[in-house]
């Protein structure tokens, strides 16, 4: 893995901080009603892609979620404005402001979306590695689900397959506690998830999904072991999600008291932390970091807020192959 340095905590707290204000500044916009529909936001929860990212290779590895999905692309290199913009439906979007919050998707960079349908990722997920592996890429997918989809019957098809044909995929169930609002107590017999991986002989263990440091020293294991032509692997990101599960989500089923628990070992706080205990950068230099993840949401906002809305023509031209309608005008 590679080495963590003093720029991998600078780059992690600047990263980190700018999803944050990300997530927050849609929380915001959205109840102004500039976004509409869903919005699943991922406040808490940076540490895993955080430690994710450091333990791939951009270059050819890929990932795919469902539908918290606004920072994940960002990590992977997609332009925050254009995703920004997808949410509040402009043609400067990912998808020309068709696919909005839960679907952000780019080839290009190596993220597979954004999927609705709890749990529907997980097969395409290995899907992805399964053509990876034929066409000997070397390279690995990473599967994000939430403790929710783990009970869909899906994942135990997928991880069947994953191993009889030892993909090179990594499942990672990132369980903050409560899947749509149902605590994981209630819903399974074991609380472990992580033990799903035992019934098919797959490496599996759970993780800290608070600290980057434990989340990179995990994945990137799991992702040498399956670059190496070795399978899958099954991780638990034990994490926690500061909002609810959506923006209409009235959060009754736990309180305040847990929520300010968790906040005692944010993530953002934790790499802040070391990079004071390490002197790693002044007072002066955090606050300049601060200022400009503000300046980088406020261009982001920007950005959205003046792009143009798509013709309306292409919520129909998109239905039809054009190859077979010469007469559509847009081509996608």
Known sequence: MKKITKKTYLDWYKNMLFWRKFEDKLAAVYIQQKVRGFLHLYNGQEAVLAGALHAIDLSKDKMITAYRNHVLPIGMGVDPKRIMAELYGKKTGTSQG???????????????????????????????????????????????????????????????????????????VENNGYAMGTS??????????????????????????????????????????????????????????????????AQHYRTKDEVAEYKKIDP??????????????????????????????????????????????????????QENYPFLKHKI
């Open 268 to 321: 953002i706080k934790q790499v802040l932390e070391v990079i004071q205990k390490e002197k790693y950068a002044t007072d002066d230099e955090i606050k300049a970091i601060n200022q400009a993840v503000k300046e980088e949401i406020d261009a982001c906002e920007n950005f959205a807020e003046t792009s143009a809305y798509p013709d309306k023509d292409l919520m129909f031209d998109i239905v039809y192959e």
């Open 98 to 172: 068709l696919g909005g919050s839960m679907h952000i998707f780019s080839k290009e960079h190596g993220f597979y979306g954004g999927h609705g349908i709890v749990g529907g990722q997980i097969p395409l997920g290995a899907g992805l590695a399964f053509a990876d592996k034929y066409f000997d890429r070397k390279a690995v997918t990473l599967t994000f689900f939430g403790d929710g989809a783990a009970r869909q019957g899906v994942l135990h098809e997928t991880l069947n397959m994953a191993m009889n044909w030892k993909l090179p995929v990594i499942f990672i």
């Open 184 to 249: 994981v107590a209630r819903t399974s017999n074991s609380e472990e998830i992580w033990k799903f991986g035992l019934a098919y002989d797959m490496p599996c263990k759970p993780v800290d999904g608070m600290n980057p440091v434990k989340v990179a020293e995990a994945i990137f294991e799991a992702v040498e072991y399956a670059r190496s032509g070795n399978g899958p692997s099954f991780l638990e990101m034990k994490t926690y999600r500061y909002r609810g599960h959506s923006m209409s989500d």
